[in-house]
């Protein structure tokens, strides 16, 4: 579209947009609860970015397996200045572990929940608005879903499929799809019987463009708190598939398959093998728990006038 | 009756299942608007006004084909000589007859169309809501809310998208500093003014207005009226001015539509209507309006009983029996009265009238 | 003369301090109500009559704030109390109702156990309603009744047991006029209590009010914005307009000579069910912001008469008859023009 400039510049054609976000801002910081999960957040995300930079020790990769350098001579030995973490049983450095591990969790979360929340959309954008049998059929086979425990069911499709990064991701999705589902279509039912909406059907407009640019928008802002949320228990789930021997690879940089390894020699006295991967979840789960609640708060309408 | 009429209506139903017990079963029907006939001439403004839920809205809502009538004709911008046509032929029962009309219906009834067939019409008719705060996504500015209806129906090339838009604003009282607005931002009554801008877009004939100034301050309400008044004169517009404020429909109305439960009671112009109401419902109405002189309270406070029957289970017979201080046993209780012509175009259905 | 004064507020304010700035939504208000009178406050949207209400029974909260201003009632200055001598007022004292009865009524309990609850707390100090002896539930039950069918509810052996969703909004507004009515308060707020509902039951419920005061003596702050509301029921009225009372009498001389330009805006605005016009004569603009009201008049902006003093100085509200107040620069002017035109008529 051409658009004839009668207006003014960008800052004046996004005014608007510009006080929402300062309000958000405003909002956010009188929280402290929010900011504690946003900083964070935001240290897990910067670990993960210059991982190469922060850890001493760097994985090669032959075949797409992990392989981590090691030192015979160093094996399990306790945190010091020279193994931040300490080492494995093999002399692995645990400390450049947990950072490369990092990588590996927000990819799994952000993957695994975009891709649900793509599904839950869509479905559950048609299910709210279209209604009848579509609506029935899609929300059928959402109960078939939950009729399951979501860990079992993740359990069995990822012992199915056989263990491995990419099928722990796959077994998730399917288990985390039917929740967005049943939220969106839920938001969808209600932003349905706004007047807008009947507007946009009054104006001529056909029920594709309606639901893609009148519906499905609005109905988001409340499942961004949920996809928040699920970031850190898709984190903590595929930890939890891990510990159980159905993610990665032994030795690889996952925070899982790290506490499971080093669970058997906890007892031993040898504790920072298990502890400090552990640690990496705790956080990274409670961030976005955190942060997840307190947007919930900062997306109420009522807050926002 | 041989006026252009833009829409005539004829016997429109619409009946809502209320759904209930664990399967979610149809248990009954809310009778929401239950066989309403009647005519709207080109140029002209009728009010329907009624308490709330006795259909009002739902009339609107089926006539623009925002939800489907369950029965009834619904003829829009049909020719004149086929209006009469319709007109002679609705009435009769014989086999030819009802042939010929439903020729006429394949070709004119509103009813008969599916939702493709539909679109090319909604430029010509817009509604215009009651509650500015739901009508317009808050998500989108007054530019994008204005451009949708122009590009949807390529009213203008896309290059002038925008100055059409600042036209639009300067004609409802608006500027155009407003046009990167959100909705929140503006003030109920603005906001209406950009429904109205959203409606008048698409050059359309007919608007219904739903209360359009109900969920407005009264100086506010009275510059929305003028508007809507000047649009008409401007752009040649026909209204169905649907409002539960009498005082209001007097002002805007050249004839009045009366409601209760589903139902159209009473129909006449609004002088008429004001000067000498015929149903005991419309009566009741007039004498339960506070009038803004103190000087003129009444000596006697009637003692209003009763409320607005469920549209659900309506009383038998005539649907206000149970209020009605005229009520005649075992007439007004088995019959529904009809609507009638007892005076030069005032309709009215009522067993005090049809007796003779 | 004071002694019929029930209930005096003194150059209130209230205000809101949010994000956007201080919202001065009640600033300088000052009125009093008698003993068995109806008072009228009117205005539009957002003009501070629920927070003048608000601040009278002591219910506002974060982040608003009574900044200054006496609020004495039956002698007594309601802003120096504890908030646990201000929950007695409250019920006993002042009651109050609302737009929607569903925000007061609560959608889980009967509403005959929510009207005996109030009964109960303020007859017998009974907090928890189980507790109550059966002997005494039983005779209050037929208060209860009687309360029922003192606002005319229909059917009050079937009201009582009724949870609130299953009455209609004129019965749920007539249920949360017999459930404030319960203490027997000598003051009653009631905040638009006919807003959301049709005219036939907006007739009723105002027929109500007015038999209560009649039979119980109480006095009613009836807060509106619909002037013929208050032609129809009022004694006096107040006119407010943005966070300040405008002008202030008893219901026949404002209808007859209104002097403000606002009170005489919004009477001319009324469509009229007794004549046809063809334009209406409308206020331009809207209410202003809170946060910046404008200097001087806050009317200004919207004023036909407005000049250069008005844009600077606040009017006071000066008396220009017996009881009749106004706040405008021109009050006597306009008034000797009002009494003027209304010779030549
Ligand atoms: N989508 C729907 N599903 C079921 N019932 C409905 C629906 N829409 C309306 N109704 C019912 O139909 C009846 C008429 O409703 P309608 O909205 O037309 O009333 P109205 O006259 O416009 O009232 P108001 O003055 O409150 O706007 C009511 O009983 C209402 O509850
Ligand atoms: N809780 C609150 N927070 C911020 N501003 C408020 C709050 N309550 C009321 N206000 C503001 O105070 C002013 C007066 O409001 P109110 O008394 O509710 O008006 P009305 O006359 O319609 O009853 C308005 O500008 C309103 O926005
Ligand atoms: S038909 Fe009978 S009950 Fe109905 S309005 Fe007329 S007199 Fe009253
Ligand atoms: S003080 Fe001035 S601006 Fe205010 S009402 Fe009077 S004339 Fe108008
Ligand atoms: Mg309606
Ligand atoms: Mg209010």
Redesign the interface.
């Given at each position: 579209?051409?658009?004839?400039e009668?207006?003014g510049g960008f800052r004046?054609?996004?005014?608007?947009q510009i006080k929402?976000f300062k309000?958000t801002l405003?909002?956010m910081r009188r929280s402290p609860l929010t900011m504690t999960g946003l900083i964070m957040l935001l240290f897990v995300v910067i670990v993960a970015i210059f991982a190469p930079w922060i850890a001493p020790y760097h994985p090669t990769y032959i075949g797409g397996q992990q392989y981590w350098p090691y030192d015979s001579s160093q094996m399990l030995s306790p945190p010091s200045l020279q193994h931040l973490f300490g080492t494995d049983d093999m002399g692995h450095d645990l400390f450049s572990m947990v950072v490369y591990g990092s990588r590996e969790a927000l990819y799994i979360g952000f993957i695994v929940v975009i891709v649900a929340m793509l599904i839950g959309i869509t479905l559950g954008a048609y299910s709210g608005y279209v209604g009848g049998w579509v609506d029935e059929a899609i929300m059928r086979v959402c109960d078939m879903f939950f009729a399951f425990p979501g860990l079992v069911l993740a359990m069995a499709i990822t012992a199915a499929l056989g263990p491995g990064l990419q099928n722990v991701m796959y077994a998730l999705m399917v288990v985390w799809w039917p929740g967005y589902t049943r939220i969106i279509r839920g938001q969808v039912l209600s932003v349905k019987e706004?007047?807008?909406i009947?507007?946009?059907?009054?104006?001529?407009?056909s029920r594709f463009?309606i639901i893609w640019?009148?519906v499905i928008?609005?109905s988001i802002p409340p499942i961004l708190v949920q996809a928040t949320m699920d970031l850190g228990n898709v984190i903590l789930t595929a930890a939890g598939l891990a510990f159980l021997g159905l993610g990665a690879a032994a030795y690889t940089a996952d925070w899982g398959v790290m506490v499971s390894q080093g669970r058997a020699w906890l007892l031993a006295g040898y504790w920072w093998w298990s502890t400090f991967p552990g640690l990496a979840i705790f956080i990274t789960v409670l961030a976005f728990n955190l942060f997840g609640d307190g947007l919930r708060d900062i997306l109420d309408p009522r807050l926002r006038? | 009756m041989s006026e252009d009429a833009i829409l005539q209506i004829y016997g429109l139903k619409k009946y809502f299942p209320v759904k209930g017990g664990f399967f979610g079963k149809v248990i009954a029907h809310v009778k929401a608007v239950d066989g309403v006939s009647l005519e709207i001439k080109r140029g002209e403004t009728l009010g329907i006004v009624g308490e709330s839920g006795c259909g009002k809205t739902t009339l609107g809502?089926t006539i623009?084909r925002?939800i489907k009538a369950d029965d009834g004709m619904i003829f829009f911008n049909a020719p004149p000589d086929v209006q009469d046509r319709i007109r002679e032929l609705v009435g009769r029962k014989d086999e030819k007859s009802k042939r010929e009309l439903e020729e006429i219906r394949k070709k004119y009834d509103l009813n008969r169309k599916n939702d493709k067939e539909i679109?090319p019409y909604?430029?010509k008719m817009?509604?215009v809501?009651?509650?500015p705060q739901?009508?317009?996504?808050?998500?989108m500015?007054v530019k994008k809310i204005l451009a949708?209806?122009l590009l949807?129906?390529k009213i203008v090339p896309?290059?002038?998208?925008?100055?059409k838009i600042?036209e639009l604003l300067e004609l409802v009282g608006l500027k155009?500093?407003h046009?990167?607005?959100?909705p929140?931002?503006f003030s109920g009554g603005q906001r209406q003014r950009i429904?109205i801008a959203?409606a008048i877009s698409?050059n359309p004939d007919f608007i219904v207005l739903d209360e359009p100034t109900s969920a407005l301050d009264v100086s506010v309400q009275a510059q929305i009226l003028n508007l809507l008044k000047q649009l008409q004169r401007d752009l040649k517009l026909t209204y169905m001015f649907i409002t539960h404020d009498l005082s209001v429909a007097r002002h805007m109305a050249h004839r009045i539509g009366v409601m209760y439960v589903g139902k159209l009671v009473e129909l006449a112009p609004a002088e008429d209507l004001f000067n000498d109401p015929l149903h005991p419902y419309t009566k009741l109405l007039l004498e339960a309006i506070p009038i803004p002189d103190p000087t003129k309270r009444k000596k006697e406070r009637k003692l209003f009983t009763g409320e607005v029957p469920s549209a659900v289970n309506p009383p038998k017979g005539c649907r206000f029996h149970p209020r009605c201080e005229y009520f005649m046993a075992g007439v007004c209780d088995k019959l529904e009265p009809p609507l009638v012509e007892v005076k030069k175009n005032h309709y009215v259905a009522c067993h005090l009238y049809t007796k003779g | 003369m004071d002694d019929d004064i029930l209930l005096k507020v003194e150059d209130l304010h209230t205000y809101f301090y949010t994000?956007e700035g201080v919202v001065k939504a009640v600033d300088g208000v000052s009125f009093y109500v008698k003993k068995g009178e109806v008072f009228g406050v009117v205005g539009e949207t957002g003009c501070g009559k629920s927070v003048t209400a608000l601040s009278i029974i002591g219910l506002i909260d974060e982040p608003g704030k009574i900044v200054s201003g006496k609020i004495i009632f039956q002698g007594k200055n309601l802003r120096e109390l504890s908030e646990d001598e201000m929950r007695k007022i409250r019920g006993k004292g002042i009651s109050m109702i609302f737009q929607e009865p569903m925000t007061a009524l609560n959608p889980v309990y009967k509403i005959g156990d929510q009207i005996l609850e109030i009964i109960l707390l303020h007859k017998y100090g009974i907090e928890d309603i189980k507790k109550a002896p059966k002997d005494i539930k039983k005779k209050e039950r037929k208060r209860v009744i009687d309360m029922l069918r003192l606002v005319r509810m229909p059917d009050p052996e079937r009201a009582i047991d009724s949870y609130p969703h299953e009455l209609s909004g004129g019965m749920r507004q007539r249920a949360m006029i017999a459930m404030m009515l319960a203490a027997e308060p000598s003051l009653l707020i009631a905040d638009e209590p006919t807003t959301a509902l049709d005219v036939t039951v907006q007739a009723q419920i105002l027929n109500i009010l007015l038999d209560m005061r009649d039979k119980l003596g109480i006095s009613i702050i009836l807060i509106t914005h619909d002037l013929s509301v208050v032609a129809d029921v009022c004694d006096r009225v107040a006119v407010m307009y943005a966070g300040n009372i405008v002008e202030m009498a008893d219901v026949y001389t404002i209808f007859k000579h209104p002097v403000h330009p606002y009170t005489r805006g919004l009477m001319q605005a009324i469509p009229s069910i007794a004549e046809k016009k063809e334009e209406l004569k409308y206020i331009k603009g809207s209410v202003p912001n809170l946060i910046y009201p404008p200097p001087g008049c806050r009317f200004h902006p919207r004023c036909e008469y407005a000049q250069d003093i008005c844009k600077k100085e606040k009017p006071k509200l000066i008396e220009v008859e017996p009881g009749h107040y106004v706040a405008c620069h021109f009050a006597k002017e306009f008034f000797e023009k009002e009494k003027e035109s209304d010779k030549n008529e």
């Open positions: 579209m051409t658009e004839v009668v207006t004046k054609a996004h005014e608007s929402e309000y405003y909002l706004n007047q807008y009947e507007a946009a059907r009054a104006v001529g407009l463009k640019k009148h928008p609005n006038r | 809502r623009l925002l679109r909604r430029r817009q509604i809501f009651q509650d739901s009508s317009l996504d808050p998500r500015t949708e209806p949807t129906h896309s290059h002038k998208v925008e100055s600042i155009k500093e046009l990167h607005r959100f929140h931002e429904g959203r698409l | 994000y």
